[in-house]
């Protein structure tokens, strides 16, 4: 099993709602990741999950609240969003979290803020 | 700062000509190189990856690239495109003591059929 799963795969959300994203591996990887992504543009590092302890997280917003229950999960948690927080949200996992690891990406979420 | 450059940001080809995508980084220790591709509503898949040895890598899908260090690149090469090959191609970096990878800005490729 080489794959990254993610759910919901859209999502649409009011500004005062409060909904999770998904995000599930079976690889055996220590690392995952939130990423970010707008439309033409590269990925945008949001947080890093290392033997499932945050270890990085690039000044992110507090509105986002990232959270790994196990090795195998990791859920991002959102609260009061912002119309420009709209975006394709990115959940990855590599076998570590430096070096000459490769990380692989899950079809993300579409989130919509109305 | 490490940065990640890719000269085109839109390139059109017809079907069966030759690609070559650009990609120059900056950073001057230990660097692992990796092409990403994005299909149209699909999900990000590595395409190649350069760690160590043979500076020619071959990837998925008949992709290849070579890293030459004396010129920070890693081109991305595929002798005949096809139509299929229509997609965002990502070229990233990271240093190997770092966490971080640092992404160019996307290639948009579309093959005319």
């Known amino acids: 099993d080489t794959e990254v799963t993610q759910t919901p795969k859209h999502l649409v959300m009011g500004m005062t709602n409060k909904k999770s994203l998904k995000c599930e591996q079976h690889?055996?990887?220590?690392?995952m990741y939130w990423y970010k992504q707008k439309a033409k543009k590269p990925p945008e590092l949001m947080f890093v999950y290392s033997y499932e302890k945050l270890s990085i997280n690039e000044s992110v917003p507090s509105r986002f609240s990232p959270e790994c229950p196990n090795s195998s999960l990791l859920n991002l948690h959102l609260h009061a969003l912002q119309p420009e927080d709209s975006a394709l949200y990115l959940c990855?996992?590599?076998?570590?979290?430096?070096?000459?690891?490769?990380?692989?990406f899950g079809q993300g979420t579409r989130l919509t803020v109305v | 700062a490490q940065s990640v450059s890719q000269h085109n940001h839109h390139v059109i080809l017809s079907e069966a000509a030759s690609l070559e995508l650009g990609c120059n980084y900056s950073?001057?220790?230990?660097?692992?190189l990796f092409w990403y591709v994005q299909y149209p509503g699909q999900h990000l898949q590595l395409l190649l990856k350069?760690?160590?040895?043979d500076p020619l890598v071959k990837g998925i899908k008949g992709f290849e690239a070579e890293f030459i260090k004396s010129k920070f690149s890693f081109n991305l090469r595929k002798p005949s495109v096809q139509w299929s090959d229509t997609a965002e191609y990502f070229c990233a970096v990271n240093a190997d003591s770092n966490y971080q990878l640092i992404w160019g800005a996307g290639t948009k490729l579309i093959i005319k059929p």
């Open positions: 690889m055996g990887h220590r690392a």
């Open positions: 990855a996992s590599s076998p570590r979290d430096r070096g000459n690891t490769e990380a692989f």
């Open positions: 950073y001057g220790g230990t660097v692992n």
């Open positions: 350069y760690f160590s040895g």
